[in-house]
């Protein structure tokens, strides 16, 4: 079955950067899967970030992130990384990488089939 590994967060002040990662376990490409970026407030609903469909040639981003988040994927280290710049007390909460063993078009939550436990970003001075 397929695993996802979340690594990168941390605690940053605003107008910082961090860099998370996913992993997925051996024997399985990202490119097979749809791959999401998901976040979680304190007190709020999960959200999606980020998703990368189409076997990682369409990217996309949640409104509030555009311009500051960026997504990169390395083929041999099997693993997806939302690179976070320019980060606001809003950013704040846990990330999740996630992937639907289906290739669709969109990184709807409830049709999700995997998630990592997430990272905790916390943005604060």
């Known amino acids: 079955q397929l695993q996802l590994v979340e690594s990168g967060g941390g605690l940053v002040q605003p107008g910082g950067s961090l860099n998370l990662s996913c992993v997925l376990s051996?024997?399985?490409?990202?490119?097979?899967?749809?791959m999401g970026w998901f976040r979680q407030a304190p007190g709020k609903e999960r959200e999606e970030v980020s998703c990368?469909?189409?076997?990682?040639?369409?990217?996309s981003f949640k409104d509030s992130v555009k311009g500051r988040f960026t997504v990169s994927k390395d083929v041999v280290k099997n693993t997806i990384y939302l690179q976070m710049n320019s980060l606001k007390a809003e950013d704040t909460g846990v990330y999740y990488c996630?992937?639907?063993?289906?290739?669709?078009?969109?990184?709807?939550?409830?049709?999700?089939?995997?998630w990592g436990k997430g990272t905790l970003v916390t943005v604060s001075s």
């Open positions: 990368i469909t189409d076997s990682g040639r369409r990217i």
């Open positions: 051996n024997g399985f490409h990202w490119s097979s899967y749809t």
């Open positions: 996630s992937a639907n063993r289906l290739i669709v078009a969109d990184c709807e939550s409830s049709a999700m089939n995997y």
